[in-house]
T-cell receptor
Framework: NAGVTQTPKFQVLKTGQSMTLQCAQDMNHNSMYWYRQDPGMGLRLIYYSASEGTTDKGEVPNGYNVSRLNKREFSLRLESAAPSQTSVYFC????????????FGSGTRLTVV | EDKVVQSPLSLVVHEGDTVTLNCSYEVTNFRSLLWYKQEKKAPTFLFMLTSSGIEKKSGRLSSILDKKELFSILNITATQTGDSAVYLCAVWSGGGADGLTFGKGTHLIIQP
């Protein structure tokens, strides 16, 4: 099925550990995004990529890095996880210059202890 | 800084009731406003509104935008337990690559 695939779905990390969240889309979208969702906070943009080879910071980029590996894949890396990064992470993709086809992945629930 | 405010943050009603969810916004370069429904997983798209005064409808759900007063409402009539979800309002204020600015959401609970 066409869509956005995120892995893993669940992860528990110890403070200071590193990990990479993977995201891949098969809709040939140009733009990809990483959001985090915390209780009572809505979704907040971490990083986005307008096209292959470009990435930009969103509202809450501190503590994260991203890589747009190719047009399909956009990964999010936590170099040294902190309890404040406990959240649900969503990847999304869209055609350039329109949010109409915005498609979300199913999310990764990350707990940092 | 772009800002999207939703109210109420939570709402409990009985099945069959009609509900109105509110979304106000302050953005530097408004392009469109979107409503999403989120049921424990990823948000799913409901409506995108670009022009004032034009109501979008889908079954028992409808939404309208007022660009002069900078707000939108989402109405749900004859509510059902399956309408229980978090409803998210988001504003797109630039090129698609800039992402969406989301409100905190309204947690709607429909009691049988």
């Amino acid at each position: 099925n066409a869509g956005v695939t995120q892995t893993p779905k669940f992860q528990v990390l110890k403070t200071g550990q590193s990990m990479t969240l993977q995201c891949a889309q098969d809709m040939n979208h140009n733009s990809m995004y990483w959001y985090r969702q915390d209780p009572g906070m809505g979704l907040r943009l971490i990083y986005y990529s307008a096209s292959e080879g470009t990435t930009d910071k969103g509202e809450v980029p501190n503590g994260y890095n991203v890589s747009r590996l190719n047009k399909r894949e956009f990964s999010l890396r936590l170099e040294s996880a902190a309890p404040s990064q406990t959240s649900v992470y969503f990847c999304a993709s869209s055609e350039a210059f329109t949010p109409y086809g915005y498609t979300f992945g199913s999310g990764t629930r990350l707990t940092v202890v | 800084e772009d800002k999207v405010v939703q109210s109420p943050l939570s709402l409990v009603v009985h099945e069959g009731d009609t509900v109105t969810l509110n979304c106000s916004y302050e953005v530097t370069n408004f392009r469109s406003l979107l409503w999403y429904k989120q049921e424990k997983k990823a948000p799913t798209f409901l409506f995108m509104l670009t022009s004032s005064g034009i109501e979008k409808k889908s079954g028992r759900l409808s939404s309208i935008l007022d660009k002069k007063e900078l707000f939108s409402i989402l109405n749900i009539t004859a509510t059902q337990t399956g309408d229980s979800a978090v409803y998210l309002c988001a504003v797109w204020s630039g090129g698609g690559a800039d992402g969406l600015t989301f409100g905190k959401g309204t947690h709607l609970i429909i009691q049988p």
